[in-house]
């Protein structure tokens, strides 16, 4: 971009955060949506959200808006943070597995939770996860070395960082089946498609749906699995300085009571899933796309190569791959783990022009932002020089959120970025990871963007 057009192009941005929009109103039908939503719910975003600034639709008499400008999600997400809630969609769909824990919780509540648990994120106590960070790599490459057949890709990585959340956050007290409480939260997230479809239509909580049964009776053992771990926490009274501690320990600041043990269930099971799945399919689709861009994957083996010198990663050279990290970054421009965040208004306000009335649902569909035609050149484009030096610099905060904004932004960015950095560098320098099929993977929606089929590779030692 020269000069000029840049100049133009920054006065066009300043004046969007005044002017008032026209927004861009959705002619799809509430059926060719709900057809959408049970089929893929990735295409019941408008297509217009890849190109306009905010998108109104309505399905099933309910208005909601797709806002995909940065101003615009900033003014939304940041400055209107407080007249927004979370949901009763949200809630619907995973308040059965998390209750009122921290993803789901709103005002008072959320607060108290999010103080409760920032300790325990903040740059000492992270850099103090690296060496289980490593160690998890370490042992998914050793199994991979001992393999003859495919990998579910996916797969192996949600192991792989479900091993870390276990290690880090419950300090390693998995008295329980990693493949079952896995498998649980996969067939739980299943049937979200329905969930969605069905409180959109706000039919009544008992009615079926194909996997409800199983997904019920997922979230029971979950929960049950996890209370086991906190009854023996409480009975035993041993501190080790972990998320269940800092759970047992917080006290809310208006009332002083402590947390239920129901409460931190809710939270342990919050920081399980949100903290496993999201950095394993990142990984994934990242090791997807280095497995068809060979010439970046060649780049960042030789910066791996220069800071380890050929030995085995250390911690504290985890912070110094810039481009390992502007490859997973980048990878999560294109594929976010989590596509679309939602929320209801509670409050009514301006945005943009538009009047956002109570109980109006607000979409902030990242994936579309992600590739939006005005934001980026060559969207579809895999450049993970994107997030390298002045090209990141002079980008709108707002362009680029996988992990959300604003004051409910991801807890967990850093300890994730982290954990992606060390586990690449890790594997990529001792495996090459060739793709089954040369067919592009068909991304779809269950909460998280989940490969529809396998990604299955095959690994080679270098
Ligand atoms: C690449 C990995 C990850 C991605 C893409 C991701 C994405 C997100 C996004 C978009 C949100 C905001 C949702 C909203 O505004 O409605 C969020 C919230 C959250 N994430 Fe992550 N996340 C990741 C990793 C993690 C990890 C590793 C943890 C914990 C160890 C975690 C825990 C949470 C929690 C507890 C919240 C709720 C925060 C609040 O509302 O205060 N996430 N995440």
Redesign the pocket.
């Known amino acids: 971009m020269n000069r000029e057009t840049e100049a133009l192009t920054m006065m066009a941005d300043a004046a969007a955060e005044i002017a008032p929009e026209i927004p861009f109103r959705s002619r799809r039908s509430s059926l060719a949506v709900l057809t959408a939503l049970l089929r893929n719910p990735l295409s019941a975003i408008p297509p217009e959200a890849f190109s306009e600034k905010l998108v109104l639709a309505r399905v099933a008499g309910r208005d909601s808006l797709y806002i995909c400008d940065p101003a615009l999600i900033q003014e939304a997400?940041l400055r209107n943070a407080d007249a927004l809630g979370?949901g009763d969609t949200?809630r619907r769909v995973l308040g059965p597995a998390v209750g009122q824990?921290?993803?789901?919780?709103d005002g008072a509540h959320?607060r108290w939770?999010?103080r409760a648990?920032a300790a325990g994120?903040q740059h000492d106590s992270l850099t103090s996860f690296l060496p289980a960070m490593i160690a998890a790599a370490e042992a998914t490459r050793d199994s991979w070395l001992g393999k003859a057949g495919p990998l579910d890709i996916g797969q192996e990585m949600m192991r792989t960082?479900f091993a870390i959340?276990v290690e880090?956050?419950l300090s390693g007290s998995g008295d329980f089946d990693a493949g079952k409480v896995e498998g649980a939260i996969t067939d739980y997230l299943e049937p979200s498609n329905f969930m969605f479809a069905y409180s959109l239509l706000r039919t009544p909580e008992w009615l079926p749906y194909p996997g409800r049964r199983r997904a019920l009776s997922s979230v029971a053992y979950l929960r049950e699995t996890l209370g086991a771990i906190v009854a023996k926490r409480r009975a035993s009274g041993e501190h080790r300085n972990d998320l269940v501690d800092m759970l047992l320990a917080s006290a809310d600041p208006e009332s002083g009571r402590a947390m239920s043990d129901a409460e931190i269930v809710d939270?342990l099971l919050?920081?399980v899933t949100?903290?496993?799945e999201?950095?394993a399919?990142?990984?994934a689709w990242t090791f997807h796309l280095l497995s068809r861009h060979r010439a970046v994957e060649d780049a960042v083996l030789a910066e791996i190569e220069a800071v380890t010198g050929g030995d085995a990663l250390k911690p504290e050279q985890v912070m110094a791959l810039p481009l390992t990290r502007a490859v997973?970054q980048e990878a999560?421009r294109l594929y976010?783990?989590?596509p679309v965040?939602?929320?209801q208004v509670e409050d009514a306000f301006q945005l943009g022009g538009v009047t956002l009335n109570k109980g109006m649902v607000l979409y902030?569909p990242?994936q579309a932002v992600h590739r939006h035609e005005r934001l980026w050149d060559l969207p579809d484009r895999f450049e993970p020089a994107r997030f390298l030096g002045e090209a990141a610099r002079l980008r709108h905060r707002y362009a680029y959120?996988?992990?959300?904004?604003?004051?409910?932004?991801?807890?967990?960015?850093a300890?994730?970025?982290m954990?992606?950095v060390a586990i690449l560098a890790v594997l990529l320098r001792a495996i090459r990871l060739e793709p089954l099929t040369q067919e592009p993977p068909e991304p779809t929606l269950k909460i998280?963007l989940r490969p529809k089929r396998p990604l299955l590779m095959t690994a080679t030692a270098r």
């Open positions: 997400l979370k949200m824990g921290l993803l789901t919780a959320w939770q999010r648990v994120f960082t959340i880090t956050m939270n919050t920081f949100a903290g496993h999201t950095t399919l990142g990984l997973f999560m976010p783990p989590v965040i939602t929320r902030v990242i959120l996988p992990f959300g904004a604003g004051p409910r932004i991801c807890i967990g960015s300890f994730a970025t954990e992606a998280t």
